[in-house]
């Protein structure tokens, strides 16, 4: 009994990542129009990857976004993709953010009007455009041990939650 139930529950867990959608942006948009997800409508869910590129630029104008990460620059242009947060936005990630791309294919996070990025992941910064801090926040809320990164220059708003312990690395 234990063997067909415990295949079943590993059958089901496989299924559920299988389905984790890739979600390309290219042009400018809101959260609230995006498709192709797992969630609501085709909005992403909590397994869905987000990837910004192609100097688009992405703007949190929900309080309820969810993924598992997003990657801010590169693309098939020099230009810069930007995560931009409206007041009272929030996205929570429950995997990492990867700001990258290649010479002038850079990504910027822009906090400028407020919003909050709940973050249980890392933050890999490669190609670091600009952050514009404003009066967001950023929250570090990993129940593991969590590194909070000084690669973006200084945070207007930090918190840090969960029960990990929280180091800091550039």
């Given at each position: 009994?234990?063997?067909?139930v415990?295949?079943?529950?590993?059958?089901?867990?496989?299924?559920?990542?299988?389905?984790?959608?890739?979600?390309?942006?290219?042009?400018?948009?809101?959260?609230?129009?995006?498709?192709?997800?797992?969630?609501?409508?085709?909005?992403?869910?909590?397994?869905?990857?987000?990837?910004?590129?192609?100097?688009?630029?992405?703007?949190v104008?929900?309080s309820?976004?969810?993924?598992a990460?997003?990657?801010?620059?590169?693309?098939?242009?020099?230009?810069?993709?930007?995560?931009?947060?409206?007041?009272?936005?929030?996205?929570?990630?429950?995997?990492?953010?990867n700001?990258?791309?290649?010479?002038?294919?850079r990504?910027?996070?822009?906090?400028?009007?407020?919003?909050?990025?709940?973050?249980?992941?890392?933050?890999?910064?490669?190609?670091?455009?600009?952050?514009?801090?404003?009066?967001?926040?950023i929250?570090?809320?990993?129940?593991?041990?969590?590194?909070?990164?000084t690669?973006?220059?200084?945070?207007?708003?930090?918190?840090?939650?969960?029960?990990?312990?929280?180091?800091?690395?550039?």
């Open positions: 009994f234990l063997v067909p415990l295949s079943m529950f590993f059958s089901l867990t496989l299924l559920n990542q299988s389905n984790a959608a890739t979600i390309t942006v290219s042009t400018n948009t809101n959260w609230s129009a995006l498709t192709g997800g797992g969630g609501p409508g085709g909005l992403p869910n909590s397994t869905d990857i987000i990837q910004i590129q192609s100097g688009a630029t992405l703007t104008n929900v309820n976004a969810v993924c990460s997003i990657t801010i620059g590169g693309g098939t242009n020099n230009t810069t993709s930007v995560l931009l947060f409206n007041n009272g936005s929030v996205v929570t990630i429950s995997g990492g953010v700001i990258n791309g290649s010479g002038n294919r990504g910027s996070l822009n906090m400028s009007s407020g919003g909050l990025l709940k973050l249980t992941g890392a933050f890999t910064i490669n190609n670091l455009n600009t952050f514009t801090a404003g009066t967001g926040t929250e570090y809320n990993a129940a593991g041990v969590q590194t909070v990164t690669a973006l220059g200084a945070y207007n708003n930090l918190t840090l939650s969960g029960s990990g312990a929280k180091t800091t690395t550039g």
